[in-house]
């Protein structure tokens, strides 16, 4: 219980420095944090800690509550009920403590101390887990993998990248859009797959149908393609970026 209390203690005792009187989290701390001059990378990361505390689903009201209103677990459990939330103090003191026990095994349970007091520790670790845990718990997580026609690999935690690296990301995914690839397929000719179909099923075509047969084959395949193909899919590449442009317009 100690453990507990004093870890709710410090994170008011941060609210209290890093949050100003509209709820926003200052970009530097205030008051007896503010005075510590804790580098620029433990700063960061406690505004990306309280980030999670306070703006995710790690937590429930009841814990936000306690900590940014300086409220008792009394006062917290009859601020609920003022709002037409069932609930008692035993109940509040109980989700309060299993809130806290969450952030803990998901950081760590030295996390608080490694950061303020032992300022010479690596934080890798703790930065890694704040991370993973702000993409697991904010009201986005798994938007990308739902939004997506497209199998993403695993991830590796990071708080920065460079511009041509998010680009790069950015316009990769944008023609696999889900919203968008239904546009696509709305483009194509039905009468276009149904002979793509026959000709793939059968072994008596005619020249014109052979090639057709033998350029899709290398492309479902993912067989090399020769180099005549090669200008022609580079052909077709330019036709189909030019109903791609009208396509995203229509989606903007």
């Known amino acids: 219980m100690y453990e507990m209390n004093t870890f709710t203690k410090q994170i ?8 100003d009187e509209n709820g926003v989290i200052l970009e530097e701390p205030r008051g007896v944090t503010g005075k510590q001059n804790y580098d620029t990378r433990r ?5 990306s800690f309280l980030d999670l505390l306070l703006h995710t689903r790690i937590t429930r009201k009841a814990f936000r509550f306690y900590v940014t209103k300086c409220l008792t677990m009394r006062e917290t459990a009859k601020e609920l009920q003022k709002q037409g939330h069932d609930i008692c103090d035993s109940t509040v003191q109980s989700m309060i403590w299993r809130d806290q026990e969450t952030i803990l095994r ?5 996390v608080i101390k490694d950061i303020l007091v032992y300022t010479n520790n690596d934080i890798s670790v703790y930065e890694e887990r704040l991370i993973a845990a702000l993409a697991k718990y904010s009201d986005n997580a798994g938007l990308m993998e739902s939004k997506l026609a497209l ?6 935690m990071v ?5 041509e690296e998010f680009d790069d990301f950015y316009f990769t995914i944008l023609p696999h859009l889900k919203t968008h690839m239904k546009a696509l397929t709305e ?9 793509s179909k026959y000709i793939l099923g059968s ?7 052979s090639q057709r047969k033998n350029r899709l084959l290398m492309v479902l395949k993912g067989d090399e393609v020769s180099t005549n193909d090669a200008e022609d899919i580079t052909d077709e590449a330019f036709v189909n ?7 995203a317009g229509k989606h903007v």
């Open 12 to 19: 008011k005792e941060l609210v209290r420095d890093f949050i």
């Open 43 to 47: 700063i960061k990361f406690l505004r």
């Open 106 to 110: 998901v950081l760590g349970k030295d």
């Open 151 to 156: 199998k993403l690999p695993l991830p590796v």
């Open 159 to 163: 708080g920065e990248i460079s511009e």
């Open 187 to 195: 483009m194509i000719n039905p009468k276009v797959v149904g002979y």
């Open 203 to 209: 072994e008596i075509l005619s020249e014109i149908d």
């Open 241 to 247: 970026e030019f109903a791609w442009e009208n396509i």
